[in-house]
């Protein structure tokens, strides 16, 4: 079973840059679309970005000119590259796992596996 683990928040400004990463561990990460989400403070978790098994992209409207996510299958690890951040980008983030061989997706209920989350603040 894969264990996620998210890292690289913290508080910037707006503006500024933040690269995410998330570490899976337990084998089968490389077949697995991986995806980022993103809850605010009192509002549902919402959909950034996935990257499929086979290397295929998705990106939420908002962040698709200023976001890019990745994998390193070597590393067993997905980033979430964040650049031009605004204050509405401000939530806790989380990084998810599909079950094996499954395709693309951006609704959290087909991920199955999810880390821990880690905070990211974007001051005005």
């Known amino acids: 079973q894969v264990q996620l683990v998210e890292s690289g928040g913290g508080l910037v400004q707006a503006g500024d840059s933040l690269r995410l990463s998330c570490a899976g561990s337990?084998?089968?990460?490389?077949?697995?679309?991986m995806g980022w989400f993103r809850q605010a403070l009192g509002k549902e978790r919402e959909f950034v970005a996935s990257v499929t098994w086979g290397g295929s992209t998705y990106y939420e409207d908002s962040v698709k000119d200023r976001f890019t996510i990745s994998r390193d299958n070597a590393k067993n690890t997905v980033y979430l590259q964040m650049n031009s951040l605004r204050p509405e980008d401000t939530a806790v983030y989380y990084c998810a796992a599909r079950p094996p061989l499954k395709t693309g997706s951006t609704w959290s209920g087909d991920f199955a596996i999810w880390g821990q989350g880690t905070q990211v603040t974007v001051s005005s």
């Open positions: 337990g084998g089968t990460f490389s077949v697995r679309t």
